[in-house]
């Protein structure tokens, strides 16, 4: 059956896609429990990286196409899938723990909307990227095209989304999809040695570091720069910081409490 796992291994809060026989295209109910999944490793102190993964032989596959007469079929209910889809921007963008996407096989339609709500996106170099809505007559969301704009340029952006042809996972890495490839054979070892790097850093400046990030994606008028600042005073008052300089005075690892 189609399901969202939801999973710990050590310090990595796990989101897995599972719907092998259709190559985990997204079904309207995995969807809809996205937010509460990347809730649940935010509450979790053990977690410090919250990462996004498709079992089998592909990421995401697309929407569940069975699922749009009944899901997408008419004005209201495409309107209905809308506001889950921004529910789960708003749960990624609001998440203080880095995210992260590890793409291989197919990340197509949805899959590609889904993966560009995280920080940061890891593609095999033989993966297949696209995004088809102009094959189907779909509307793409003003957050997703923004985010798309703002990774790749207008141009790069237009040509995908215009032509709705695939590239490999090298050539989303050139335009600016994903901020790292890998060998296919390879990308589940560096993606976990990644994700243990990032964990090894101060959670409190990576939330802090989020935030600006966000911020600087979100409209002027909706940027709130005083909580911003507050956030990185923050940093700097904290145990953290103090771990942080005792580390390098005694030549050794930080052990990061994120307080």
């Known amino acids: 059956m189609p399901e969202l796992i939801v999973r710990r291994e050590d310090r990595t809060g796990w989101i897995l896609f599972s719907n092998p026989a259709k190559h985990n295209a997204v079904t309207y109910e995995m969807l809809t429990a996205l937010p509460g999944a990347v809730e649940k490793h935010e509450r979790d102190r053990a977690v410090r990286v ?17 699922e749009y007469a009944s899901i997408r079929g008419s004005h209201y209910a495409a309107s209905s899938y809308g506001g889950a889809l921004e529910s789960v921007y708003s749960a990624f963008a609001a998440a203080r723990k880095p995210t992260l996407a590890k793409i291989h096989g197919a990340c197509m339609g ?109 409209d002027p008028a909706e940027r709130n720069l005083k909580e911003l600042q507050a956030i990185i005073e923050a940093c700097n008052a904290s145990d953290d910081y103090k771990e942080g300089l005792a580390a390098v005075r005694e030549k050794r690892a930080p052990q990061f409490k994120g307080r």
């Open 110 to 218: 949805i899959g590609l909307t889904i993966a560009l709500c995280c920080d940061v996106r890891m593609v095999a170099e033989n993966a297949q990227v696209s995004h088809p809505a102009a094959r189907f007559g779909l509307g793409i969301s003003w957050t997703s095209m923004r985010r798309l704009v703002a990774l790749v340029g207008p141009g790069d952006a237009a040509d995908l989304i215009f032509t709705a042809r695939a590239i490999s996972g090298q050539k989303a890495y050139k335009i600016g999809i994903a901020s790292r490839v890998a060998a296919d054979v390879d990308l589940d070892r560096e993606f976990a040695e990644y994700c243990g790097a990032m964990a090894d850093a101060a959670p409190l400046t990576l939330a802090a570091a989020k935030r600006a990030i966000v911020a600087a994606l979100t």
């Open 50 to 66: 919250i990462a996004l993964a498709g079992e089998g032989k592909s990421f995401v596959s697309g929407a569940d196409l069975s």
